[in-house]
């Protein structure tokens, strides 16, 4: 019969480990390799939290700004280019509860003339109700909000736009003239290919780079009387929601309701790519952050490997009161969660304090002042810290492994 039965005592395993951790060893270095490897833990996983918690405050900085510029929902056609919205569509939308408002809009590129200066724009006419579904008006930066009228249409260009071709929504001589191309055309290398006509600047608004060297907006009714378009064809049908938390489900059954002539996509499927991109880079920089925090981990096998040299009469001793293989293999891996765990704790610890001065008084600015913000932006999810803890005690049984079996496999002996 074993002097004790060490299944019944499952809970000591840790008891074992933090006595090991914490008593006195024969060779100060392992004491020092132990605690160097917990601290190198401890700045990796700090590491890790803040520069995913720095992603995450741009990556929501981002998509608030598309989510300003894209309406909740847009509705396109499913193939070619222009749907026919009629009253029994209209009404079909506006059944669906959370639905808030529609806004028609046809969008076309075109090339944008002053002078001897001349760009391509996406330019977008849109209907009165815009405003309701768009946040442009917010982003006027010079001027108005005003889209004139079919026989004076007034236009509203992005700032990179704006720049391009001298426009200048300030002076009254800065009038400009829009190309758009002629649909009805029979040969496109002709002078009848493109129409033309005079417009006036009246804003000029600033969001993202991306959207102020692209877009230009006008009145909807100029754009179709350009395009030859009736009075009911549109490039897509753009929605508000009454809450964003609905957008999926809202989006489920506008797609069901409309049928396969139509795709209805929310704002982030309008820039797909640019989300999924996004969220690649995430996971490459947790990916490398993770071999780094691997990399400290190697500092923890160097420590235990001394331990278990050091600890070999306990071992034999252990063994000889009927602790079993695995037994002694776990108490060492206890050990390496201790040292990885506390590590992993006070990295964590220490990267929410960080991140939460950040937050609040925003210390940590950025260079060059040319962007929206000039502090770094943070924001700290849950999914994170938690994605954290597994990747630290994966990492901790990875470290342990090899020392535990060593310690549980070899023999050991009580002579001196």
């Known amino acids: 019969m074993n ?13 074992f480990a933090w006595r090991y ?20 833990i401890m700045v990796s996983t700090a590491a890790l939290i803040i520069v995913l918690s720095v992603f995450n405050g741009f990556e929501n900085l981002v998509k608030n700004l598309y989510g300003d510029f894209y309406a909740d929902i847009k509705i396109v056609a499913s193939k070619g280019k222009f749907i026919t919205a009629d009253e029994s569509l209209i009404k079909k939308i506006q059944t669906v509860n959370g639905v808030n408002a529609l806004s028609f809009t046809v969008e076309e590129k075109a090339v944008l003339v002053n002078g001897d200066y001349q760009t391509i724009v996406f330019l977008k006419g849109v209907d009165k109700n815009y405003s309701t579904v768009n946040k442009l008006p917010n982003y006027i930066t010079v001027g108005k909000y005003d889209l004139g009228t079919t026989e004076a249409p007034a236009i509203i260009a992005g700032s990179g736009i704006a720049n391009a071709v001298g426009a200048d929504p300030q002076s009254p001589l800065s009038d400009l ?13 002709s002078l009848d290919a493109m129409h033309s006509f005079e417009v006036k600047p009246s804003g000029i608004f600033s969001v993202q780079q991306e959207f102020d060297d ?9 754009v179709q ?40 996509q929310t704002s982030y499927e309008q820039n797909q790519s640019l989300f999924t991109v996004m969220q ?37 001793v252990l063994k000889a009161m009927g602790a079993s293989e695995n037994r002694i293999q776990q108490i060492f891996l206890s050990e390496g969660f201790l040292l990885a765990g506390a590590g992993g704790i006070l990295g964590m610890l220490v990267a929410f304090a960080i991140c939460f001065i ?13 962007f929206i913000i000039d502090y770094y932006p943070v924001k700290m999810v849950p999914q994170d810290f938690l994605l954290v803890t597994v990747t630290v005690l994966i990492i901790a049984v990875i ?10 496999d070899q023999f050991y002996s009580l002579k001196s």
């Not at 060490?6 to 000591?12: G, Q, R, V």
């Not at 914490?22 to 601290?39: D, G, L």
């Not at 003239?177 to 029979?186: D, E, F, G, H, T």
């Not at 470290?399 to 549980?408: C, E, M, Q, R, T």
């Open 3 to 15: 002097f004790l039965n060490f299944e019944t005592f499952k809970h000591l395993n840790f008891l």
């Open 21 to 40: 951790f914490k008593s006195k060893k024969s060779t100060n270095a392992i004491n020092v390799i132990a605690w160097i490897s917990m601290i190198a």
């Open 177 to 189: 003239v829009i190309y758009l191309p002629n649909r009805k055309a029979k040969n496109f290398n």
């Open 214 to 222: 692209k877009y230009a907006f006008t009145n909807l009714a100029f």
């Open 225 to 264: 009387y350009m395009l030859d378009l009736n009075a009911n064809e549109y490039t897509g049908i753009e929605i508000s929601v009454a809450k964003k938390d609905d957008v999926k489900d809202i989006q489920q059954q506008l797609q069901q309701l409309l049928g396969n002539n139509f795709v209805v």
């Open 280 to 316: 690649i880079e995430k996971w490459v920089i947790y990916g490398i952050l993770s071999l780094i925090l691997l990399v400290a981990a190697f500092n923890m096998i160097g420590a235990l490997t001394m331990l278990v040299l050091e600890k070999e009469k306990d071992i034999a």
């Open 358 to 370: 950040q937050i609040q008084y925003k210390i940590v600015k950025l260079e060059g002042g040319t």
């Open 399 to 408: 470290a342990s492994w090899v020392p535990a079996k060593k310690a549980a």
